[in-house]
């Protein structure tokens, strides 16, 4: 690792953020040494500066992985957010299962092989754990990458303590919370400033997105919405299960909230159809006292896979919405797709 490489990152992410009119706070100028470390460690090979950053939501951290990565000068890097992660490695699993010669366990390990390539930096944004089988993968992920010398920076709202946080479970991830505690630099972005509630409104993207909560004639054109004419109705399958879609077409989806968080939809499903369609409108969102929990839980994933992906929603109704999301269980979830979910306003009518 050379004090070059070092300075060139650092300089760069503070670069990247002028270029966008920012400034970077105390709290990111405190932990950009600890990334441009790791960066400067990829490029040379040196083991031992993978990094955990964990804080609450709307700090900085997904902008601050990207800038990172953007400016290591490393054609083997790659960046993954956790849903597009286990959609991938899930995929790569399975196509390798079932074929002769191939045990469960070497078809996950081809596919965690194949996943990771040759890279030797990897930019881990949304890094969390919901259950048992996520445990099982994200420890053999750490493992993986420990093993190959890959560095590894992780973004994250949860302290590794709080990760898989169903006492039922997390005894499950006990050995993954060791390997990121004794194997990786652990750091807190938490900054006072939730930078998503004081951003100027967007004009593109997840932020140019409104809530519409009594989708009336003027607000619909407000927003450039036109409501779906039945004959523009579609099935789309971007995954084992048929999604009804209200409208298909000239990049934008249209469901009504039934016909797609109701139904057995993934976020699999939701990234697969993010690169095609850039805009969404998700309509006829009931209020809180609708109790399906399941239901509610994919469309917070939605939040999130949307963000991430950068593409725009609008949200017709959910007209008693408050901050608070049914049926996301854990507070620190809820925030993160709370300070997300605040970025869509209400559109004014001429």
Known sequence: MTSVHVDSISSAVR???????????????AVLPLLARAGA???????GRSVYLWGPPGRGKTWLLDAFCEAVPLAEKRRLHFHDFFRELHARTFEGYGQKGFAQQSAFAAGL??????????????????????????????REV???????????????????????????????????TTRLQ??????????????PRGTAGFASGHHLREPDAASLAAAGLRLPEPQEAAVLSPGPV??????????????????????????????ALAGEYR???????????????????????????????????????FRNYAGTFPGIAHEID??????????LSAPVPA
């Open 146 to 180: 420990e093993e190959r010398g890959t560095v590894l920076v992780a973004t994250s709202n949860y302290a590794p303590h709080e990760l898989l946080p169903d006492p039922m479970f997390h005894h499950l991830f006990e050995a993954g919370i060791e390997l990121i």
């Open 113 to 142: 092989d194949a996943l990771l390539g040759d890279a030797r930096l990897l930019c881990f944004d949304e890094f969390h754990v919901n259950g048992p089988a996520d445990a099982a993968f994200v420890t053999r992920l750490l």
């Open 334 to 343: 809820l925030a993160r797709i709370s300070s997300r979910f605040g970025m």
């Open 41 to 47: 460690a990829a490029i040379s090979g040196e083991p």
């Open 279 to 317: 805009h969404w409108v998700v309509s006829g969102v009931p209020d809180t006292t609708h109790e399906d929990p399941f239901a509610w839980q994919r469309f917070g994933n939605l939040v999130d896979v949307l963000y991430d992906a950068g593409c725009r929603l609008d949200v017709l109704g």
């Open 242 to 271: 048929a999604l009804k879609a209200a409208r298909a077409a000239d990049g934008q989806l249209w469901f009504t909230f039934g016909d797609l968080c109701a139904a057995r939809s993934a976020a699999s499903d939701y990234l």
């Open 15 to 29: 670069q990247a953020a002028r270029a966008e009119g920012l400034e970077l706070d105390a709290a990111q100028l």
């Open 186 to 199: 652990v750091a807190a972005l938490d900054g006072t400033l939730d930078y998503r509630s004081t951003r």
